[in-house]
């Protein structure tokens, strides 16, 4: 808090003999305004927003609410303060990236430990090694890496197209549709395999698990974190070295020429309206320490998916099992006020 005078610096300063819990919280978030999350609609995100949430609200007695929508109507909300906080961001829109140029918007914190999101080309690991458990041999011993993908295409099948493999892709409209379209011009696989859109995002989980539960051959495109990843045993096949000029080749559907690369790990970071910042660095101080591992996002959004529980069902489990690791994201008189109000 900025004090503009002597006079106010001196109740202030009395005011926080008088009430320490109240400068506390006037610290970390101020009192008069209520904190618009983004309603997020993947369950990584949610489970994020959900321990943020609870560690502002009941560690420092910040009002809080949730705002639903389309991602695209909430980070344009976020641009203009009308939702101050936008959990788990991968900067990836048009619309966050102006947001930034023009001052409006923020990115704090580093939610992934690890080196980030990871996004590729992935097979069930029983395909390279197989499963005697299940009686399942290893019907790719040798795939490692996208260049070996043409010598199994007649193993990735595509129904459709007989004498192509299939790619299980995203839906339209996705960026990594986009991208793996242009990937496969890069890796030179357009003729020995097709990008196979999912309808949606539910109907490319239900494929994928269709398959890895009956032990079939599937190709397909995922990412960390998601529950899927916390489930399955899965190997991700090996892309060219990252370049960034080819990179941008690959991101630009619209250019023919592209150049192998594979995708960047992603900073996932919370996005904040800059007015929110400038009013509210004690909750930014909180937010910037939030980090999970792959595993731990993974296990407690696995758990939202097979008991089709709530972000906040899940994540007052996981900081009532977990102390040691949110308790140092917080302070200590916070994390007494978690603790009390978890049980």
């Given at each position: 808090m900025?004090?503009l005078?002597?006079?106010?610096?001196?109740?202030?300063?009395?005011?926080?003999?008088?009430?320490?819990?109240?400068?506390?919280?006037?610290?970390?978030c101020?009192?008069?305004?209520?904190?618009k999350?983004?309603?997020?609609?993947?369950?990584?995100?949610?489970?994020?927003?959900?321990?943020?949430?609870?560690?502002?609200?009941?560690?420092?007695?910040?009002?809080?609410?949730?705002?639903?929508g389309?991602?695209?109507?909430?980070e344009?909300?976020?641009?203009?303060?009308d939702?101050?906080?936008?959990?788990?961001?991968w900067n990836?829109?048009?619309?966050?990236k102006?947001?930034q140029?023009m001052?409006k918007v923020?990115?704090?914190?580093?939610?992934?430990s690890?080196?980030?999101a990871?996004?590729?080309?992935?097979?069930?690991?029983?395909?390279v090694?197989?499963?005697?458990?299940r009686?399942?041999?290893?019907?790719a011993?040798?795939l490692?890496?996208v260049?070996?993908?043409?010598?199994?295409?007649?193993?990735?099948?595509?129904?459709?197209?007989?004498?192509?493999?299939r790619?299980?892709?995203?839906?339209?409209g996705?960026?990594c549709?986009?991208i793996?379209?242009?990937?496969?011009?890069?890796y030179?696989?357009?003729?020995?395999?097709?990008?196979?859109?999912?309808?949606?995002?539910?109907?490319?989980?239900?494929?994928?698990?269709?398959?890895?539960?009956?032990?079939k051959?599937?190709?397909?495109?995922?990412w960390s974190?998601?529950s899927l990843?916390?489930?399955y045993?899965?190997v991700?096949?090996?892309?060219?070295?990252?370049n960034?000029k080819?990179?941008?080749?690959?991101r630009?559907?619209?250019v023919?020429?592209?150049?192998?690369?594979?995708?960047?790990?992603t900073?996932?970071?919370?996005?904040v309206?800059t007015?929110?910042a400038?009013?509210?660095a004690?909750?930014l101080?909180?937010?910037d320490?939030?980090q999970?591992t792959?595993?731990?996002?993974?296990?407690?959004?696995?758990?939202m998916?097979?008991?089709?529980?709530?972000?906040?069902?899940?994540?007052?489990?996981?900081?009532?099992?977990?102390?040691?690791i949110?308790?140092?994201?917080?302070?200590?008189?916070?994390?007494?006020?978690?603790?009390?109000?978890?049980?």
């Amino acid at each position: 808090m900025k004090f503009l005078n002597t006079l106010s610096t001196a109740l202030a300063l009395s005011a926080s003999l008088a009430a320490p819990t109240a400068f506390a919280q006037s610290a970390v978030c101020s009192p008069d305004q209520t904190i618009k999350f983004a309603g997020i609609t993947w369950e990584s995100g949610q489970l994020y927003t959900s321990l943020i949430r609870t560690l502002l609200e009941q560690g420092y007695g910040c009002k809080t609410e949730l705002v639903t929508g389309s991602t695209a109507a909430t980070e344009t909300a976020l641009v203009g303060n009308d939702v101050q906080v936008w959990v788990e961001q991968w900067n990836r829109t048009d619309i966050i990236k102006k947001g930034q140029e023009m001052g409006k918007v923020r990115l704090v914190g580093d939610l992934l430990s690890g080196g980030g999101a990871v996004e590729g080309f992935f097979v069930p690991d029983y395909v390279v090694k197989g499963d005697a458990k299940r009686g399942i041999k290893a019907m790719a011993p040798d795939l490692k890496s996208v260049a070996d993908l043409p010598k199994y295409k007649a193993l990735f099948k595509d129904d459709e197209e007989p004498g192509k493999g299939r790619l299980l892709s995203c839906p339209v409209g996705w960026d990594c549709e986009k991208i793996n379209t242009q990937k496969l011009k890069a890796y030179k696989l357009e003729g020995d395999y097709t990008n196979f859109r999912a309808g949606t995002g539910a109907a490319l989980d239900a494929a994928i698990i269709s398959a890895i539960e009956r032990g079939k051959p599937i190709l397909f495109y995922y990412w960390s974190p998601a529950s899927l990843m916390g489930k399955y045993k899965l190997v991700q096949l090996q892309e060219p070295a990252y370049n960034a000029k080819c990179w941008d080749t690959i991101r630009d559907i619209k250019v023919k020429d592209v150049c192998p690369s594979a995708t960047p790990n992603t900073k996932l970071t919370v996005g904040v309206s800059t007015p929110f910042a400038t009013s509210n660095a004690g909750a930014l101080t909180v937010m910037d320490k939030v980090q999970l591992t792959p595993e731990q996002i993974n296990g407690a959004v696995l758990q939202m998916t097979e008991r089709k529980a709530s972000s906040d069902v899940v994540s007052r489990e996981f900081m009532k099992a977990n102390p040691a690791i949110w308790q140092k994201w917080v302070s200590a008189e916070a994390a007494a006020k978690i603790t009390a109000a978890l049980k």
